[in-house]
């Protein structure tokens, strides 16, 4: 009798170069069922699966792009190493919709590689007529039964968030995890108490007794409890198993009377004013944690927002791919745009809330709405969903101004990276927001770590200082020798007073000085000159305005002993309207340049000030004052057999706003050299567009 699994002439032979490809959808399922399918086919049929080509993913059907393995595969298929393909059933290969499966279906066949399922004992890239339906029917049947399981298993999550069951496994902070039986609510089993909620996570168990029970009154609210603790898992890493059929979590008040009161203060520092990360560094310093760490500024943000500090546990805020809202007390599937975020935040009328109250308020409800209203009221890059994009924090000082440059879109905080030099030392870092917002499909995984960038940030302030002294120390030789100074207000209000001053000695009609005085700086002259040929040139002017204001004056006695005619008023304020108009045009007029760049030279001082006194938190209100972004420059390489692409970091980019402030002392972009050692110079090198020094300094 021949083997069921063993293929007819039309399946991988033992010539063939074959490779398998087995996945589950989540870590907790077992590969060892498929891994046997495949094995005993592997060994009836003589083939060979080298260890190379055995491929094996955890993760969902429809997050293809998501599968490590499954992406190395394809490009194995890519390079033709491989006849076949080896699978344990259709289903396995994971697909999000018919049409993609047809999408590497093509794949396969353009390389000449072919897939065979051990179950179906079907080469799903045969090219029979017969065979191409039958593949049609089994693609559709497939993702047909998955949605079918899928709408399911929400329907059944609605149905258990409005009758007060956690739909999910995180608990809130300030909130504990409490098993029952589905049909015995008086009798909780044990408490599941988080005291790690960053991977790995760790939980604290309390197991009761049998005899442990809890009285209810007729809204389901908890009025007594007599509970006995039989034992206690000081440090868990993974919840208590159960059975789903019959038990199931549902949201109380944490066992840690500290976190309610840390989630009390938060509402209350809120409510007076105090923004998120004000609150978290408030709350640190009174010694309220968020679990083992300081509160972060979205987890003061989400902890604000969520309606469970009212007894009301929501299920289904956000949604993430093929989504559904609530309407009409059914799911509904809503079609994403290309536009759309990853993540959508719902109106709140479109989740999930237990039909009752499940525990008295933990936030006082009016403190809840007055803060509810508070946070609806603020500015959203993005309305769909609620997290504002944060400028310049003391996280980072170029957190929200650092932009990828090949996107043009905000960097974003990551996770770590080697630091450069420093033995295998790791840095944070940040990484392109597009690419990890798009699932890795648009863009490119740009990374640069903090090192880097600290450096480049620490060269662009001391280059700034060193332009600052210069200039306040020689402003002639400075605004006449070097590159960047040409383009700087102060450059241009000291042409204005020099143009007037030899306009001045050009006119019969007025005298200027001329300032020959050996002993002072020509700087210093030429002020002086200009401020005696200025007073001269207004002093009439100056008599005019004087007279202005003792008419002003006089009409304003006038009116304060009251007329009793309007006429008379009428014509008062005609007057009155008159002269503070001249009085508007001549004010100006009678101001010197020269108090100008006076003003100028005092702001250039006190900026050279805050840049010595600095440190990290105000670095990044001081670099937002002359700073619009920062764009990373990157050396892409094509590395190795397969042309991988390699990003090296170059340069950092600074780029100044337009506003006089900023074009005193960058008034053009600035590249601040990042090459690293053992490519090229070691040394980082300050470089504008427009010219430097041999030495690399600013010219």
């Known amino acids: ?97 018919v049409d993609e499966f047809f999408e590497f279906r093509r794949i396969l066949i353009t390389h000449d590689v072919q897939l065979w399922s051990v179950v179906d ?53 300030g909130t504990d995890l409490v098993c029952y039986p589905l049909h015995d609510l008086t009798r909780p089993l044990f408490r599941v108490v988080r005291t790690r909620y960053v991977r790995p996570s760790k939980y604290r168990i309390l197991h009761f007794t049998a005899e442990s029970r809890v009285e209810r009154d007729s809204q389901g609210l908890i009025i007594a409890h007599r509970l006995q603790v039989a034992t206690v898992e000081a440090e868990s890493m993974r919840m208590p198993l159960r059975d789903k059929k019959a038990t199931g979590y549902r949201f109380e008040p944490s066992v840690e009377t500290d976190r309610l009161v840390a989630v009390q203060k938060m509402f209350e520092l809120y409510d007076s004013g105090l923004n998120f990360t004000e609150i ?137 990276m080697p630091a450069a030099g420093q033995g295998g030392k790791k840095t944070r870092c940040f990484n392109c927001g597009t690419y990890r917002r798009c699932s890795r499909r648009e863009c490119y995984a740009n990374t640069v770590g903090w090192d880097r960038l600290d450096s480049a940030v620490e060269k662009l302030l001391e280059t700034v200082k060193g332009r600052i002294g210069r200039l306040i120390a020689n402003p002639q030789k400075t605004l006449g020798e070097e590159l960047w100074a040409k383009e700087c207000e102060l450059t241009h209000v000291m042409e204005s007073i020099a143009r007037e001053l030899l306009d001045a000695r050009r006119n019969p009609g007025e005298h200027a000085d001329t300032p020959s005085d050996p002993d002072k700086p020509i700087f210093e002259a030429v002020v002086d000159a200009y401020n005696r040929m200025h007073a001269g040139r ?109 990003a090296i970091l170059r340069a950092v980019e600074f780029i100044p706003k337009k506003s006089p402030e900023a074009n005193q002392i960058l008034p053009q972009p600035m590249e601040i050299c990042a090459a690293r050692t053992g490519r090229g110079s070691s040394t980082r090198r300050a470089r504008s567009r427009r010219g430097t020094s041999p030495d690399g300094s600013p010219g």
């Not at 010539?15 to 870590?27: A, F, K, M, N, Q």
């Not at 017969?130 to 929400?154: C, P, W």
């Not at 938190?617 to 892409?636: C, G, H, Q, Y």
């Open 280 to 416: 978290s560094g408030r709350l640190w310093e009174q010694g309220y944690k968020h679990y083992d760490k300081e509160f972060l500024y979205h987890g003061v943000e989400t902890i604000l927002a969520n309606p469970v500090y009212l007894g009301e546990p929501a299920w289904g805020k956000v949604g993430v791919g093929v989504y559904r809202i609530l309407h009409g007390g059914a799911p509904t599937i809503i079609r994403r745009k290309a536009s759309d975020t990853l993540v959508i935040r719902k109106r709140e009328d479109q989740a999930i809330k237990p039909l009752h109250p499940l525990f008295a308020p933990i936030v006082h409800p009016d403190l809840w709405r007055r803060v509810h209203d508070r946070l609806a009221g603020r500015a959203r890059t993005n309305p769909q969903f609620g997290k504002r994009r944060t400028r310049t924090r003391t996280t980072h000082p170029l957190n929200g101004i650092l932009f990828c440059p090949d996107c043009d879109t905000p960097m974003v905080l990551g996770s770590s």
């Open 1 to 97: 009798m021949s083997d069921p699994f063993l293929p007819i002439g039309r399946g991988p032979q033992p010539i063939d170069r074959c490779g398998w490809y087995l996945r589950v959808s989540t870590p907790k399922q077992k590969l060892e069922h498929q891994r046997e399918h495949v094995v005993r086919f592997a060994e009836q049929a003589a083939v060979d699966f080298p260890a190379e080509y055995r491929f094996e993913d955890m993760e969902k059907r429809h997050k293809s792009e998501k599968r490590r393995e499954f992406q190395r595969l394809l490009a194995v298929v890519k390079a033709r190493k491989l006849d076949w393909i080896v699978i344990c059933s259709f289903d396995r290969w994971g697909v999000a919709d």
């Open 121 to 173: 004992q079907m080469n799903l890239t045969g090219i029979t007529e017969g065979d191409y339906f039958r593949i049609v029917a089994m693609a559709i049947g497939a993702t047909k039964y998955v949605e079918q399981m899928a709408e399911k298993n929400i329907l059944k999550m609605i149905e258990m968030a409005k009758q007060g069951w956690a739909a999910t496994g995180n608990a809130p902070y």
């Open 538 to 646: 207004t002093e009439g002017m100056r008599e005019e305005l004087a007279v202005i204001e003792r008419e002003l004056k006089r009409l304003g006695d006038l009116l304060m002993e009251g007329i009793p005619s309007q006429t008379v008023k009428k014509q008062l304020f005609a007057r009155m309207a008159e002269l503070e108009a001249r009085k508007k045009v001549a004010e100006p007029e009678l101001a010197p340049l020269t108090v100008r760049a006076d003003v100028l030279l005092q702001q250039l001082a006190s900026l050279q000030r805050t840049i010595e006194d600095t440190d990290r938190a105000s670095t990044a209100k001081l670099l937002d004052l002359f700073i619009e972004k920062v764009i990373p420059r990157f050396e892409v390489e094509s590395v190795g057999p397969k042309k991988l692409r390699r």
